[in-house]
């Protein structure tokens, strides 16, 4: 009797474990890889403004260190083996998807090959957006490109080797390509290029960039996608043609009818950013020679709105550019002899430029489907802090998006620019699981 009492207690406990259980505890995600990214269910949702609200400390960091590979030949060189810590969160809502990247960056570089003047050959240039090496491979020049992040996912689950290579799923990094302009074609390798395409018509991968020269100043992540582009069979150097990047509402609208019959795109709206960059003749009959398009006179800005450009605004249109370099505009001139403001400064270790370099980016901001991210960043003086959001499931017709509202895992790979063009540390094979309640 005592025994059968005993039991009957332990049958209570363990239905009142499982009622506890089933009813009030969180069922669905745990966490068992390092690479996994735990998105929790909020009824708050985080203010996107790049600082870090403490609802998110209800949020698990994963964290990782993209290292910038070596692809085999010289495209990355003199960034190969960098390290990037990086710290990701997520949430969700009923509506949106939220994410908190932070990670470290000694300094904030946002001025993209900007120019500047050469006092010695009295013409205005651009610096690189990439270092430059000699031929011993010294360094010569630090880069001038963009501190940025991208992430890639799976649409539709249509590009079967994300699932094991994410990143690498669509980088088509020095593999050999079938070269169609001989008869018979032949596989040779390649070492030119490093472009993206999907490996097949229907394979579509998502592409999110926080970029400062696109939408970022408008609070707008770059939401663009790639695809087949017609694949290394549509031109005869895989990457020239064959790029399968293109931003959100551009698609398919034909093929060409002649070799090497690649795919003919839409056009995009004026939109992002575009090149602060016009020809104009020396002293008016001399050589031609590129110069910026507009200036704002005495900015230190990295970059110039498009608004700035308009009637009244503060920047000012180049008309003319003598042969000792001074640029005129409406209202007056700007003489690059008198002290080091538009000049390039330091040697390679300390490379600089005057604090009144012209950016050499017009940003506008995004538009329909490129517009579908909204973002804000801050730089600490040791790394960014960068806040984004988007609908679980977008109004996207295109198949451009990923489509979050299912709540299935997604693989995805994340990665970081630091003061450089295409040179990007990566992280594949991350995991974006939902928490459900």
Not at 382 to 388: A, F
Not at 394 to 409: E, H, N, P, R, Y
Request: proline letters at 5%; glycine letters at 8%.
């Amino acid at each position: 009797m005592k025994i059968l009492k005993i039991l009957s207690v332990f049958a209570l406990v363990v239905m009142m474990f499982m009622y506890c259980t089933k009813t009030d505890q969180v069922v669905g995600v745990t966490t068992t890889n390092s690479s996994d990214l735990v998105a929790i269910k909020t009824t708050a949702a985080p203010t996107i403004d790049g600082t870090i609200d403490a609802i998110w400390d209800k949020a698990t960091k994963v964290e990782f260190a993209p290292v910038v590979p070596d692809p085999g030949n010289a495209l990355f060189a003199g960034y190969i083996g960098d390290k990037i810590p990086v710290s990701l969160r997520a949430m969700y809502d009923a509506e949106y998807v939220y994410f908190l990247a932070e990670y470290a960056d000694k300094d904030q570089s946002q001025k993209v090959a900007p120019w500047y003047f050469n006092p010695t050959t009295k013409l205005w240039a651009k610096e690189g957006s990439s270092r430059t090496f000699d031929a011993n491979g010294v360094l010569t020049r630090e880069g001038y490109g963009e501190d940025k992040i991208a992430m890639l996912w799976n649409i539709d689950n249509s590009t079967p080797k994300f699932t094991t290579q994410t990143c690498y799923a669509s980088c088509h990094v020095f593999t050999p390509y079938m070269d169609y302009s001989t008869t018979p074609a032949v596989y040779k390798s390649n070492s030119a290029s490093g472009n993206h395409y999907t490996n097949g018509t229907s394979e579509k991968i998502d592409m999110w960039w926080m970029q400062p020269s696109k939408g970022l100043s408008y609070g707008q992540m770059d939401d663009n996608y790639q695809d087949w582009a017609g694949g290394p069979a549509i031109t005869n150097l895989t990457g020239g043609n064959a790029n399968g990047r293109h931003v959100d509402d551009v698609a398919v609208t034909s093929t060409s009818t002649t070799w090497p019959n690649r795919p003919v795109y839409s056009a995009d709206a004026t939109q992002g950013s575009f090149a602060n960059t016009q020809n104009l003749k020396l002293d008016g009959t001399g050589a031609t020679v590129a110069v910026p398009l507009y200036v704002i006179p005495n900015s230190t800005s990295s970059y110039i709105n498009i608004a700035d450009t308009t009637t009244g605004g503060a920047a000012k249109k180049v008309t003319a550019v003598s042969s000792t370099g001074v640029l005129t505009y409406s209202g007056g001139t700007i003489d690059p002899n008198t002290g080091t403001d538009y000049q390039r400064l330091g040697d390679a270790a300390t490379s600089e430029i005057g604090a009144k370099c012209f950016p050499s980016v017009i940003v506008s901001p995004l538009k329909n489907g490129r517009a579908d991210i909204n973002c804000a960043t801050t730089y600490t003086g040791s790394g960014y802090i960068v806040e984004y959001k988007r609908k679980l499931k977008t109004g996207d017709v295109l198949k451009q998006d990923i489509d979050f509202s299912s709540l299935q895992d997604q693989p995805f790979g994340f990665a970081v620019w630091n003061r450089s063009n295409y040179q990007h540390a990566i992280q594949p094979n991350l995991m974006l699981k939902f928490q459900k309640q």
